[in-house]
């Protein structure tokens, strides 16, 4: 009597649960002395009132619920195909696949004909995006059932995940990633519980330098599954295309350790090994003024990689800077631009570009870089390396005194006289009197250049106004225009710089020749 108390309680237990939800069974108030006839007289009846009211509870979608009464069914039968058909269906519901297809591979183990069954493993195949498992339940459905209408969609989902299968692979091997990543929305959209589609777009994302959204993709699939090779390798390539190479290594170890035969994370952990080694014995080499050594070493670790943006933008400042101590100047410029083309926000490299475009009087290229290098930071430096770019660009755009008399910009006083003496006597148009017109223009124009160069470079005051910059234009030269120099030609010799010369009523300047030897 004690045996049928208790089971007798487990069926008011059941009842009330759905009759609370869906009013399905009534209620069922049973005490020890309640009739015999009412109580199940086999496991298989209590089973089978457990599956009715676990069904009870599925049509109304209470899928949780449902789920312990049949599990609770499947025990008290472990042998019946429908009760796991069942509890498989309540695990689709529930977005749990793996789980479904257990059950359902369960299900037609125990009945071979079982063909809900089979459409319950095709379905949770294609969300899981197991293409073997779905082609071979086909064929056991068509085996079954030749004419079964009801897997028009699935097969369908088929057909679409092979071709973008396919698409993808061959996108994959010609590293056309953005083609890989749609491809993968395709079948994610047809197997949204299929973990590899996701990987597969995850780490493509990685290689187009979209880490965040990889990063979400991978962590989502680690939520759930921690030990998930591709995920966590997906995880270390985003850390070593982010440049942090030591973490990136130890993902690719645990991967190794989790799946001692992944090719991929064997390849990317020697990678970030060596990118690593290479990197800091050109750090060294450089430090030590090993400068081709330096420069060796850094090359060596730009092909370690073409794809690691944030590293190679790195590598190539730094062979830069090296090429810049090598006064290398258009190499340097080169890698500074190959560093901003990976990253186009890197400063250094622009400050650096722009040095050795100053060094190199590219002075427009220099003020341009300098006027970007203050957009992305204000500071009181690079303000004033602007103004100095600027500054430098005015004067480049005057005539250059110094060029036209042959001195250096620290000749003293008495190179500069030197040199206007014999450079005035050379472009003297007396000397060219029987050139062609051609060549006296040109002579005439050398020999008032002269002139004004000797007459703004002998003035301390316009010399030193000259040499700070002062826009020409606004003063300096103002009074140049009108210049004579014929008048600065005599006054020079005039005042005993010049030596011996003679007056004459010929030549090109009337009352004045000289004696050219």
Do not use: W
Not at 5 to 18: F, G, I
Not at 167 to 173: F, N, V
Not at 434 to 446: G, I, L, P, Y
Request: hydrophobic residues 35%; neutral net charge.
């Amino acid at each position: 009597m004690e045996a049928k108390c208790s089971v007798s309680r487990a069926l008011t237990s059941v009842s009330s649960l759905a009759s609370n939800m869906a009013d399905v069974v009534d209620d069922i108030n049973m005490d020890c002395t309640v009739n015999d006839e009412i109580i199940p007289k086999s496991a298989q009846e209590l089973a089978e009132l457990k599956k009715e009211n676990g069904n009870q509870l599925y049509k109304i979608k209470q899928y949780r619920s449902a789920l312990p009464l049949y599990t609770e069914a499947i025990e008290l039968c472990p042998d019946a195909a429908s009760y796991y058909g069942n509890r498989s269906a309540c695990y689709m519901m529930l977005n749990l696949y793996q789980d479904a297809l257990e059950d359902a591979r369960k299900s037609v183990q125990l009945d071979s004909a079982f063909v809900k069954g089979y459409i319950r493993i095709l379905k949770c195949a294609i969300a899981l995006g197991d293409m073997m498992t779905a082609e071979q339940a086909v064929k056991s459905i068509k085996s079954l059932e030749p004419n079964n209408n009801s897997i028009k969609n699935e097969l369908a989902s088929l057909e679409i995940l092979n071709k973008f299968e396919a698409d993808g692979a061959k996108a994959y091997d010609k590293k056309e990633f953005r083609t890989v990543v749609y491809c993968m929305d395709r079948c994610i959209g047809q197997s949204p519980n299929c973990s590899r589609y996701k990987t597969m777009k995850a780490e493509c994302l990685a290689y187009l330098g979209r880490f965040e959204e990889s990063q979400e993709i991978v962590n989502g699939i680690l939520h759930s599954d921690k030990g998930n090779a591709e995920a966590i390798y997906v995880r270390g390539l985003c850390l070593f295309y982010e440049d942090n190479i030591d973490s990136a290594s130890n993902h690719f170890m645990q991967v190794l350790r989790l799946a001692p035969d992944h090719g991929k994370a064997k390849e990317m952990y020697k990678k970030a090994k060596l990118l690593k080694r290479k990197k800091e014995e050109g750090n060294d080499a450089f430090k030590n003024c090993r400068y081709q050594d330096a420069l060796n070493l850094y090359t060596e670790a730009l092909e370690v990689d073409t794809f690691n943006k944030k590293t190679n933008a790195k590598l190539y400042f730094n062979r830069a800077t090296v090429y810049s101590k090598l006064n290398n100047l258009q190499k340097a410029i080169a890698d500074c631009t190959s560093a901003l083309s990976l990253d186009e926000n890197y400063l250094k490299a622009l400050l650096r570009r722009a040095k050795c475009y100053m060094d190199l009087g590219e002075y427009e290229e220099a003020v341009r870089d300098y006027e970007k290098a203050c957009k992305m930071d204000k500071n009181r430096e690079n303000k004033r390396l602007l103004q100095d770019a600027k500054l430098a660009l005015k004067k480049s755009k005057r005539k250059d005194y110094y060029k036209i008399l042959g001195v250096e910009r620290n000749a003293t006083d008495d190179e500069i006289k030197k040199a206007y003496r014999k450079r005035a006597l050379v472009h003297h148009p007396d000397r060219h009197a029987n050139a062609s017109d051609a060549e006296k223009k040109e002579q005439e124009k050398k020999f008032k250049e002269l002139g004004e160069a000797y007459g703004i470079l002998s003035d301390p005051k316009k010399k030193a106004r000259y040499d700070s910059g002062q826009d020409c234009e606004d003063g300096l030269d103002a009074g140049m225009h009108d210049f004579d120099p014929t008048q600065m030609f005599q006054t020079f010799f005039t005042n005993g710089h010049g030596g011996q010369f003679s007056y004459s009523s010929s030549g090109s300047f009337p009352g004045f020749s000289f004696q050219f030897s």
